[in-house]
């Protein structure tokens, strides 16, 4: 009589039962990490600004030496004039300090707002690309050119303060709010402009002729306290001249300006800002085209 024939041998590690007619299928695998795109971002906005300095910096003769002879001649040419005509500034004894704490904030401003506003027209040829987003051409325009006239900044006042007897004792909180103020507020206005501009190549220009007056509006040739009563009501809506009070009052510790408003600062910047991302994020494709 012969034996009954022995069951098929199971897969190692099969749980299923012999008696099973389910197919058998092997067991998931976790899905790779596609480590190769985690800092895609990051790579753009670097290639970016390293382009941009390349083409802005490297190909002239003297490099970032002019971005550095550039404010340090308009804060020189402006101390000698005005000293020819007024004796004593309105804060401290030295003109150059004074018209430094003031136009080194309003130029910190106008390269972030300008800038950042050109980033698209800049960066247009790269944008065809799909790993570069219009976000990071903005980006590597506000960062860099924050960095730069910082930089820039600490640089020539540093150079100013080492050479003038002025016993100043800087606040260097009171400092950093006021830079912050002027970043926040230069990428609002210049990421609101980049996408006005992509759409109405006319607002540039009246943009520009609209804002010329801001020179003479915000406070960097005199105090907000020295103005009529008429003229600090109406100036007081210029956020530029809280930034400039804020900042010399952090290289004068006399000078206590009761009428700055940061909140108020901070609160237009971050609105410009909304409304410029809205329509960046609505109309990049338009203004790509265009």
């Given at each position: 009589m012969s034996n009954p024939p022995s069951a098929a041998p199971q897969p190692e590690g099969s749980a299923a039962s012999p008696h099973s007619s389910e197919p058998q299928f092997p067991q998931a695998q976790e899905p790779?990490?596609?480590?190769?795109?985690?800092?895609?971002?990051?790579?753009?906005i670097t290639a970016l600004i390293l382009r941009?300095?390349?083409?802005r910096y490297a190909r002239t003769p003297g490099g970032y030496i002019w971005g550095l002879l550039e404010p340090l001649a308009a804060i020189i040419f402006l101390s000698v004039g005005f000293s020819l005509i007024i004796r004593t500034p309105s804060l401290g004894n030295s003109f150059l300090l004074f018209y430094a704490t003031g136009y080194m904030p309003f130029d910190l401003y106008g390269s972030v707002s300008t800038k950042t506003s050109q980033a698209i027209n800049f960066s247009k040829p790269l944008l065809q690309f799909p790993a570069v987003t219009w976000i990071d051409a903005v980006l590597a325009r506000f960062l860099l050119n924050s960095l730069t006239s910082i930089l820039v900044s600490a640089i020539l006042l540093t150079g100013i303060l080492?050479?003038?007897?002025?016993?100043?004792?800087?606040?260097?909180?009171?400092i950093v709010q006021a830079i912050?103020?002027?970043?926040?507020?230069?990428?609002?206005v210049g990421t609101l402009n980049c996408a006005l501009t992509g759409l109405y190549p006319a607002?540039?220009?009246?943009?520009?002729?609209?804002?010329?007056?801001?020179?003479?509006?915000?406070?960097?040739f005199y105090l907000y306290e020295d103005l009529p009563p008429l003229a600090r009501d109406i100036l007081w809506y210029n956020?530029?001249?809280?930034?400039?009070?804020?900042?010399r009052s952090g290289f004068f510790p006399s000078y206590n300006p009761s009428y700055v408003n940061m909140a108020y600062v901070f609160s237009?910047?971050?609105?410009?800002?909304?409304?410029?991302?809205l329509l960046m994020g609505r109309y990049h494709r338009d203004i790509l085209q265009n």
């Open positions: 790779r990490a596609k480590g190769g795109r985690s800092f895609a971002p990051l790579r753009s941009e300095m390349a083409t080492s050479v003038i007897d002025s016993r100043t004792i800087i606040a260097l909180p009171t912050a103020a002027t970043l926040v507020l230069g990428l609002g607002w540039g220009i009246a943009w520009s002729i609209f804002t010329r007056p801001l020179f003479l509006a915000s406070g960097i956020p530029l001249m809280h930034i400039i009070s804020l900042a237009v910047g971050l609105i410009l800002l909304v409304l410029g991302l």
